[in-house]
């Protein structure tokens, strides 16, 4: 940090007229070594967070966030900066230092530069709140996760295939009780257990164990600190002029607005829902025969739908899942981007790594044999690991100083398989490791010069577009003929298995899409309410009641443990661009379909070209039409969910 400051201070205070070179490209090359240091900092917050290190992060958020404000609020730097953008001479800069003179400037209006010294003081005093505010919630949640379901007797494992019954059995030996059978707190297993498990009352214990995450009244409940988080966020939306912090957030957003994110939202809940009620429907017929007079209960959801996808596409998860083995394909997922991109990808062993499970891959292209960057791969749940698949970038691509390729990591919440035993995955699993590796495509695909505008440095609604592209290609014959292969017999998937799949693409959307949509929009809603005291777990309900949801499907994410809105102010305001990435990467890969299919050389090429490489360096807007000819529409969504065309 002094490091830092001291560079930044010799160009705030420089007596030179300001210019591009001495201000804006200085500023640009200032605090490399702070940066370098916190972002393995910020790293190890999702990958590590051990009780030491919770211990270093409460101390650091505040100091952290005090740290940050200090550049916005340095107004001699802010008019240097300020006098580049307005100059005669900025004309004659190139397209991507004109990108950053505006990045920087509208950078430091939207934290606050323009405010009176009163109202910057209040800011900076909300920003170090909010820090430690966001860490809490963090650590919450991640004591909450340490909970976890002690199965006492074979009888409970009713159901489970085997694999599953391993590696809750290896579970429950690693929390000291050998011989018995463990089910983690973790999205991955929880969700494999409501599938199989045959022992509703355990379902039910499984479910509520892992939604009632940070909700529980104790010393770990996140509801107050909602609701402080939302009191100084919508205070600083009116600080800067914003009716809500939904509005702030979308200024900069593709979709602009708070109101045409919900106009997305409430224009997929419609069909959504009447999908939800037919997918009840044919789950209530099948749990009736089968004895349960109870309701479909969100508990039961996933366990009948597998039925139902039995009775009516002849294939169950069960029946793909030993396809599915991780290792192969990561295989398969290098060989996609091998054949859509060039790159290699070859085992980089000498490599330090921050956990024994972190295995690292040198990216270079084939042909010209560039170094693209590290990958760096971290497959497996544990405690302290945040729950979810995450992607982190150590370094971006930058030629500014030199040619610097990217490091990059990204990691799942997969369950670690017992000593012997291959990892396999449900195909949602899968499509989380492809979306990951999406994620770092982008980054490492970067061709800028300028590190800020590197990599996915893209707008927040942009950002998911490629990770969402690329698990389209999982789904394809070529990878689930050549990488989908049996665990024991070694055998391909079989075409007819593959047809089924094919086959069943839109099953179960309903529940997907509900499920998303009930968090998204209870989260912009709450950020809509502006400076109305809120009582997260009273408003969810309420606003659940409002909307319609139905009982059986529940939350992807309730507030209490919201992580992406709560335990940082990145995706505050923003849940909905998961579908507005959904609606761009659909429309993107029909660009595929329309041409020479899925691996179309010339639209691989587009997309590298206007997408991948130009990072943020070009409005996405123009980067998406060079690419696709068009903007993105729906149309190619709502085919793709099966659900009614708009009209």
Do not use: C
Not at 27 to 55: C, I, K, L
């Amino acid at each position: 940090m002094a490091q830092a400051r001291n560079e930044v201070a010799a160009i705030a205070d420089s007596k030179e007229p300001p210019t591009f070179e001495n201000t804006v490209a200085a500023y640009q090359d200032s605090g490399r070594a702070f940066n370098r240091v916190y972002e393995v900092y910020n790293a190890w917050s999702s990958f590590v967070s051990s009780p030491e290190y919770q211990a270093v992060e409460r101390e650091l958020a505040p100091r952290l966030s005090a740290f940050w404000d200090e550049e916005p609020q340095n107004r001699k730097l802010f008019r240097r900066i300020k006098a580049v953008r307005d100059s005669a001479a900025k004309a004659k800069l190139t397209p991507e230092q004109q990108r950053l003179v505006a990045y920087y400037y509208d950078d430091f209006v939207r934290s606050g530069a323009l405010l009176d010294a009163a109202g910057a003081k209040r800011m900076a005093a909300l920003n170090q709140r909010l820090a430690t505010l966001y860490t809490t919630f963090n650590q919450n949640v991640l004591a909450d996760e340490k909970r976890y379901t002690l199965l006492e007797n074979e009888a409970d494992l009713a159901g489970l295939p085997e694999p599953l019954r391993k590696a809750v059995a290896a579970e429950a030996t690693a929390r000291g009780q050998p011989g018995k059978w463990a089910v983690a707190n973790t999205r991955s297993v929880v969700a494999d257990f409501l599938t199989y498990s045959e022992r509703r009352e355990l379902r039910e214990k499984v479910w509520r164990n892992y939604d009632s995450r940070g909700d529980h009244g104790d010393a770990h409940d996140n509801n107050a600190i909602i609701t402080q988080i939302l009191a100084a966020r919508a205070e600083q939306a009116k600080l800067m002029g914003f009716p809500t912090h939904a509005h702030r957030q979308l200024q900069r957003a593709m979709v602009k607005t708070p109101e045409r994110a919900m106009k997305l939202l409430e224009t997929m809940w419609t069909p959504a829902v009447a999908r939800v009620r037919e997918e009840v429907t044919a789950m209530t017929a099948i749990a009736r025969s089968q004895g349960q007079q109870e309701p479909i209960a969100p508990w039961d959801y996933r366990y009948y739908a597998e039925k139902v996808r039995k009775q009516a596409y002849d294939f169950d998860d069960s029946e793909v899942k030993p396809y599915l083995q991780l290792e192969t394909l990561r295989e398969g997922m290098f060989w996609v981007a091998g054949q859509l991109l060039g790159y290699t990808f070859t085992p980089a062993p000498d490599v330090p790594v921050y956990h024994p499970d972190v295995r690292v891959f040198a990216v270079k292209d084939r042909e010209s044999g560039r170094e693209r960057g590290l990958l760096y791969f971290d497959p497996y749940a544990r405690e302290g690991k945040y729950n979810g698949g995450q992607t982190e970038t150590y370094r971006v691509q930058e030629r500014f100083r030199g040619e610097v390729p990217a490091l990059v990591a990204i990691s799942m919440p997969f369950v670690k398989p017992g000593a012997g035993s291959p990892a396999l995955l449900g195909w949602r699993d899968a499509q989380t490791l492809f979306h990951e590796f999406g994620h770092a495509l982008h980054t490492l695909s970067g061709d800028v010069t300028y590190p800020s505008l590197g990599g996915g440095r893209v707008v927040s609604d942009y950002a998911e577009f490629p990770s969402k592209l690329f698990e389209h290609w999982l789904a394809t014959p070529e990878v689930l003929s050549r990488f989908a292969v049996h665990h024991t017999t070694g055998q391909p998937m079989p075409q007819a298995l593959v047809a089924r799949i094919q086959k069943a693409a839109t099953f179960n959307q309903g529940f997907y899409t509900v499920d998303f949509l009930t968090s998204a929009l209870v989260e912009m809603k709450m950020h809509l309410a502006g400076a109305k005291r809120i009582d997260p777990d009273a408003f969810e309900r309420d606003m659940l009641r409002q909307m319609g949801a139905p009982a059986e499907v529940g939350m992807r994410f309730r507030m209490p443990h919201f992580g992406h809105v709560f335990a940082s102010n990145a995706y505050a305001a923003g849940y909905y661009r998961y579908l507005w990435a959904d609606m761009l990467a659909s429309d993107a890969f029909e660009a595929f379909q329309e041409a020479g299919g899925a691996y179309d050389a010339k639209v691989a090429a587009r997309l590298r070209e206007h997408v991948l490489s130009v990072g943020n360096t070009i409005d996405p807007f123009e980067g998406y039409r060079k690419f696709r000819g068009k903007d993105a529409s729906l149309d190619a969504l709502m085919r793709e969910r099966g659900f009614a065309p708009i009209h």
